[in-house]
């Protein structure tokens, strides 16, 4: 129970920087599943993308760049995707990234 409890604890804190700047990693993944699924889905022509395709500190890094297409366009200007949006897509792939305590595909 102890060690529950203790497990809890330490994914909240770990989530806490991302919520703190009020991004929603629930609004995050349904984002990739309307905007960005349609290109990096199976069979898309982005090549498939999920969060495990990178660790928490490689996302950090390109949604700090901002650059998407292999750095061809600004990140979220073909999805027009708000800055707030792109925010809590980074929440979503950032908490399940292949190093995260929660790793996870953005599922179907």
């Known amino acids: 129970m102890r060690n ?7 994914m ?3 989530a806490a920087p991302l919520s703190a700047h009020g991004a929603s990693e629930l609004k995050g993944k349904f984002y990739i599943l309307k905007q960005c ?3 990096h889905g199976e069979g898309g022509s982005g090549g498939v ?3 495990l395709i990178k660790t928490q500190a490689q996302w950090r890094a390109y949604f700090k760049a901002g650059k998407h297409d292999k750095g061809k366009e600004k990140l ?6 708000s800055p707030a949006q792109l925010k809590d897509v980074e929440a979503f792939m950032v908490a399940h990234a292949s190093d995260s305590p929660q790793p ?4 179907g």
Do not use: E, N, Q, S
């Open 49 to 51: 993308v999920t969060p």
């Open 12 to 14: 909240a804190a770990l």
């Open 104 to 107: 996870m595909t953005c599922g």
């Open 76 to 81: 979220g200007a073909h999805t027009k995707l």
């Open 4 to 10: 529950t409890l203790y497990t809890i604890l330490a």
């Open 37 to 39: 699924k349609p290109c």
